[in-house]
Structure formats: structure tokens, C-alpha cells
């Protein structure tokens, strides 16, 4: 009974925050003509800007969210850790400098390629954490550790790419860096939705894989599960999410970190219902995070990016304090 | 710290005047490279003309301040990994840099608090509120220290830091470009004016960690211990601290946050010369200059015309370096 109230209510307060979304600006729109445009009711007011600009972006805001939601669900899942997030271990990073050597060694390059090379980027950096922490054994705070790392290494690569060119074609990326939705249109939603709703549907028809591998490979084997190749799909599948988010709005920290920890205190820990709603939590943070950014300080925007880091460091430090006294007790 | 760690002092003898000798190397490096190759280090010793313009004028008060960046910010690492006895300390992991870059990004965006206080004790009083923080989060002052907290909580600090300072700069001015150039680090601009202001608390920096060096020394050897030989660690805990944050803010209010020359140098200079502070701090203060010395002739021949903010120079070295200590350092978990 409980659950379908709570999630209810975050389809509702979705939906809110994407009107508020819609609203909030540099052109401040009252909600009437954003339902006037929307539905078409008298003729074109503010068309422009609500369906060219907001709408699409709001929409983006709700895909990389939920994308990069149940990335961090799976990446948590499958590393037994409670710190990890595709932010973390250094698959954001990994995507932003693919981006960025594509557009500097092949700058005439169609838009259409960006997602290939966010792909390829992020597949790099998980493979170096993936085999860093088989190699070692690693413990859950050491393979965070070990992720942000690799984290660093990628941005320091990103960081000599966007300083040394001079090209102004960089300066778009270099907002994109920041984990921003600004000028962000349809080609972009059109570019990667059909791949991320494909992607998380997947995500939750493979779901219990994650409770199966929960209770141990032993478990897990013997319940007719090939571990292996599951969690090899499932790190694939968070990979993807992941990198293919990055390609279109660019580093969003901390969101995949956040939603499932907040999903799973809402709903607990089986992830038949926890991913769905770790989903709406995320897409749920990233249009807030979009519509504050601009209502702020109008017109100025604040980066979405910004704004989820200044909510998630904290949480972070949070969650690594409480997992090490569960570790203690 | 054991007595084999103290035995391969000897070394010392013949390292120190090696690493001086790199220090003057890197000087010339830094000194002879730059936009116009017709003009070389002899412009220093001339009257007048141009080459005497640009070498007096522009390369030699960058060269001085990489040198004291060097000095400043290897020192602070040193400093910061002895009380923390922590080899992956250092400035930016635990967030300090960053503090320090808040601070002075807040005495910029606001005139009214950069009017109260100034800029470069704005920025200390980041980096010595960050370093509290990532201290705290660590469980320093329930009295244990979990080494990997503190590198993980460091990191959120900084992240956190960082973040606030891109959204102070947003709400500030559109100038994206220039702020980044400015938060990876960078001594492009620098006159005679940035190396009188940094150079008198290197110096004071250098005297103060010397000093400091016998209680850190003390320091390694555990808390019980070094309380018993009549040095109270917190004492050296505090002072550390004070120090190190003067050494990082500073350099941050001179060149921005420049990442991994804390964390890098005092590993190498361990590895030559072992673990006597007495010795480390001056082998720290010469590699760190010549570190940061070498990396600004980098910065300046890697991608000419276009300069390379040294920030990222050291952090293309300073971050492999990172990961590769994280895999493998020991007495981590």
C-alpha cells in the first residue's frame, strides 16, 4: 500500500518541478501560457522558448537523470559498495575526455559521433578500475579511492585539451564540461533517447541478476545464474547509461550517487522496486537542479553540475560515515 | 620510521647538493624558454633594450614564482603527510587547495569582504577550514585517524570547494575560460609584484617547517611516543597545520590551485633520503622548486605558441603518479 502512494507522489512532484522548470528563466513564463503552449489552447505565446528551449531540456534533464540514476544503482549493486557512483569511478571522466580528444583530432566531425566517443571513453576508464580492483582485491573505500584516481587522471587529460586549444569551438564544451543543459536542444534528446530508454528498460527487465548476485556467487550460481556473463552485461549496460548521459549534458556528479541511496531508504534494497524508483529520484534531482540553476540568479546560469556537487560532496562524506560504522559494529 | 629509515641518511651528503644542482638547471630551463627565442638568459645582466625587458620583466619574476611555489607547496605536502602519517596527503587531496580557492574567490565576487580582510588571508582561512574539515570527517578528533576517510573525505571537501567556487565565479561574470585557466593553476601573468608577495612567507615557511621538522620526526614515531619524549603531538598537530595552510593559501593566491607537486615531491625526496625530517625539509624545499621550475619551461615548450598553465603540466605527471600510489601503496586499508 505503501509504495504505490510514495511513488505516486514522485510522478507528481516530477511533474511540478518540470513545470517549474519550464517556467523559471531569464524570461520568467507564468504557468498559464506554458499550458496555453503546451495544449495548444490560444495560439502561439512564448512558443519559441518554451518548445525550442525548455521543453527539450527539461526532457534531457529527465532522461540523464534517470540514466545516471540507475547507472549508480547497478554500479552500487555489482561493486558491493556503497560509495560508488559512475562519477566516482571515473566513467564520467573517462566519456568527457573521449569527447574532447574526438572534437580536438577530428574537429569537422558530425554531432552524431559524440555518444561513440563518450562510449569508448568510459568503457576505457571502467576496464582500468574493473581490472585494478580484481587484481588487487580491493576493499570497498580503497576501489573508490582507486576510481577517483582514475577520475583525476582523464580530467588532467581534459584539462591540458580545453586550456591549450584555442579554438572557440571549445567553449561550448567546455560549459558541457561542467555538467550544464545550457543550449542543449532536440538534436541532442534525439541523439541519445532511443538508446537510454532502451538501455533502462533493460536495466529493469535484468534487475534481479542484482538480487540474485546479492546473495553471494555461490547463491547466485546455484539459483541457475551464469554470474560472470551477468555481471559483465550489467557493468556494461551502467557503462553505457552512463557515458551516453555525459555525452549530451556533460559531467553530472553525483547524481548516480545520491538517487539509489535515497531510492532504497524510501522503498528498500530489492531492486525490482528500488530501480524504478531510484530512477524518478534521479530525473527528479537533475530537473530541479536545471530549473534552480537558472532561477538563481536570472539571466545568469548556475551549471546544473554545480549545484548536484554542492548536494552531493556532503552526501558523500555522509554515506562513507555511516557505511564504515556499519563496517565497525 | 625505524632505524633503517634513519640509517640511509648518509645519503644526504651526496643528494642535497644533486637536488641543488637540478634546481639550478630547471632555473635556466625556465629562464631561457618563452615566446621569443632571440632572447636569452644574458638579458638578465643587460641595461635597457629588450631583451633585458623581457627577461627582468616577464620570465624571471615567473621563474621566482614557480620557485616558491615549489617551495611552499612541496613543504605543505611534507608537512601535511607527517602529522597526518598519511603518504597520499598532500594539498589538493585533502581539499585545502580548494579551500584556499574558495576563500579568495569569495574576497573577489564580494569587495565588501575582500575589504575586511585580505585577499591571502581570506584564502588561509579557506585552506585551514577545509583542512578541518577533512580532518574532522576522518575521525581526527574522536582521536583515530582512518587514513583512507581522510583521503576520500578530503576529496568531498574539495569537491564541494570547487564546486562553490565555479558558482560564485557563474554568478559573478560568464568568464568560464579565464576561471579555468585560473582553478588548473597558472603563472602566465605573473610580475614582481606576485614574487614580493609570496616570497616572504616561503622564506617564512621554510624557517617555520624547519623548526617544525624534530617534532615531526617525533610525529612518525606515534602519538604515545612522541608524548613521551616530551613533544605534544597536538601542539605539532596545530602548528603543522597552521603552517601548512599559510605555505597552501599563499600559493593558491598567487597561481590558483596547483594539484600533486604536494603529493609528489616529499614521496621522491623520502625515497632519496630517507625519513629524517631534519634533512627532508630542505631536500623538499630544492626538489619542489625544481619540480615546479622544469614544469613552467614545460608549460611554456610542450604546446607553443599556445602556453599550457603549469597546473596541468604537474597534474599530467601528478595524477598517474596518484593512481598509481592508490593501487598500490600499502597500509592503506
Excluded at chain 1, 56 to 79: D, Y
Excluded at chain 1, 124 to 135: E, H, K, M, P, S
Excluded at chain 1, 303 to 308: D, F, K, M, Q
Aim: glycine content about 12%; proline content about 4%; some cysteine.
Amino acid at each position: 500500500m505503501r509504495q504505490p502512494v510514495l511513488f505516486a507522489f514522485l510522478v507528481v512532484g516530477l511533474t511540478f518541478s518540470a513545470i517549474w522548470s519550464l517556467s523559471a528563466g531569464a524570461v520568467p513564463i507564468s504557468w498559464q501560457v506554458i499550458a496555453n503552449t503546451l495544449f495548444d489552447l490560444e495560439g502561439p505565446k512564448q512558443e519559441f522558448i518554451v518548445l525550442k528551449s525548455r521543453l527539450p531540456r527539461t526532457f534531457l534533464a529527465m532522461l540523464t537523470g534517470g540514466s545516471l540514476a540507475l547507472s549508480g544503482a547497478i554500479v552500487q549493486a555489482l561493486l558491493r559498495n556503497p560509495l560508488a557512483s559512475p562519477k566516482i569511478i571515473g566513467i564520467n571522466s573517462g566519456a568527457a575526455l573521449g569527447v574532447c580528444l574526438m572534437v580536438l583530432i577530428l574537429p569537422g566531425i558530425s554531432l552524431a559521433w559524440l555518444p561513440v566517443a563518450a562510449v569508448v571513453g568510459g568503457i576505457v576508464a571502467a576496464l582500468v578500475i574493473y581490472l585494478g580492483a580484481d587484481l588487487r582485491g580491493a576493499s570497498p573505500v580503497r576501489l573508490a579511492l582507486v576510481g577517483i584516481a582514475v577520475g583525476f587522471v582523464f580530467d588532467a587529460g581534459v584539462d591540458f585539451i580545453l586550456v591549450t586549444s584555442s579554438d572557440a569551438q571549445f567553449s561550448a564544451p567546455l560549459i558541457w564540461l561542467t555538467g550544464s543543459l545550457w543550449a542543449r536542444g532536440w538534436t541532442h534528446l534525439n541523439l541519445v533517447w532511443p538508446w537510454l530508454a532502451a538501455l533502462a528498460v533493460l536495466a529493469m527487465l535484468l534487475s534481479y541478476w542484482l538480487d540474485l548476485i546479492r546473495l553471494g556467487e555461490t547463491a547466485a550460481t546455484g539459483l541457475g545464474l551464469r554470474v560472470r556473463v551477468a555481471r559483465l552485461i550489467l557493468l556494461s549496460i551502467a557503462v553505457l547509461l552512463a557515458a551516453l548521459s555525459v555525452s549530451v549534458v556533460g559531467v553530472l556528479g553525483f547524481v548516480g550517487l545520491m538517487a539509489p541511496h535515497i531510492a532504497r531508504t524510501l522503498v528498500g534494497g530489492s531492486h525490482k522496486v528500488m530501480m524504478p524508483c531510484a530512477m524518478l529520484v534521479g530525473m527528479w534531482l537533475v530537473v530541479l537542479a536545471d530549473a534552480a540553476g537558472r532561477a538563481i540568479a536570472p539571466p545568469v546560469e548556475v551549471s546544473a553540475g554545480v549545484l548536484t556537487a554542492m548536494l552531493g560532496a556532503p552526501f558523500f562524506v555522509y554515506v562513507m560515515i555511516r557505511a564504515g560504522r556499519a563496517a565497525r559494529v | 620510521m625505524t632505524s633503517e629509515g634513519l640509517a640511509r641518511n648518509s645519503g644526504g651528503g651526496i643528494f642535497l647538493p644533486l637536488l641543488f644542482l637540478a634546481c639550478c638547471v630547471s632555473a635556466y630551463a625556465s629562464l631561457s624558454t618563452g615566446g621569443r627565442s632571440d632572447v636569452g638568459i644574458w638579458g638578465l645582466f643587460e641595461d635597457g633594450g629588450t631583451g633585458a625587458a623581457v627577461m627582468q620583466d616577464i620570465r624571471a619574476p615567473r621563474t621566482l614564482v614557480a620557485l616558491c611555489l615549489g617551495v611552499n607547496l612541496g613543504l605543505a605536502g611534507l608537512i601535511l603527510q607527517a602529522i597526518t602519517r598519511n603518504a597520499l596527503a598532500s594539498p589538493a587531496i585533502l581539499g585545502i587547495n580548494q579551500g584556499a580557492a574558495l576563500g579568495l574567490a569569495l574576497g573577489l565576487v564580494f569587495p565588501a569582504l575582500g575589504a575586511v580582510l585580505d585577499l591571502k588571508a581570506l584564502s588561509i582561512a579557506g585552506a585551514f577550514l577545509a583542512g578541518l574539515i577533512s580532518f574532522g570527517i576522518a575521525g581526527g578528533f574522536g582521536g583515530r585517524l582512518d587514513s583512507l576517510r581522510l583521503v576520500l573525505g578530503g576529496v568531498a571537501v574539495g569537491a564541494f570547494a570547487y564546486a562553490l567556487v565555479r558558482f560564485t565565479f557563474t554568478l559573478e561574470d560568464d568568464v568560464a575560460r579565464q576561471v579555468l585557466r585560473w582553478t588548473v593553476g597558472n603563472i602566465t601573468d605573473v610580475r614582481m609584484n606576485e614574487v614580493r608577495s609570496i616570497a616572504g612567507w616561503s622564506a617564512g615557511g621554510l624557517i617555520a617547517t624547519a623548526l617544525l621538522a624534530h617534532r615531526l620526526n617525533l610525529m612518525a614515531l606515534g602519538e604515545a611516543q612522541a608524548t613521551g619524549l616530551g613533544a605534544d603531538p597536538r601542539f605539532t598537530l596545530l602548528a603543522g597545520a597552521i603552517v601548512a595552510a599559510c605555505l597552501t593559501g599563499t600559493a593558491v593566491a598567487v597561481a590558483g590551485p596547483i594539484a600533486f607537486t604536494g603529493l609528489v615531491v616529499p614521496h621522491i625526496c623520502r625515497l632519496l633520503l630517507g625519513s629524517d625530517h631534519r634533512l627532508l625539509v630542505p631536500a623538499t624545499a630544492l626538489a619542489g622548486a625544481a619540480l615546479m621550475m622544469t614544469a613552467d619551461a614545460a608549460s611554456k615548450w610542450l604546446t607553443a605558441p599556445i602556453e599550457t598553465p603549469v597546473g596541468v603540466v604537474v597534474a599530467l605527471i601528478g595524477a598517474p603518479y596518484f593512481l598509481y600510489q592508490t593501487l598500490f601503496a600499502r597500509g592503506l586499508d
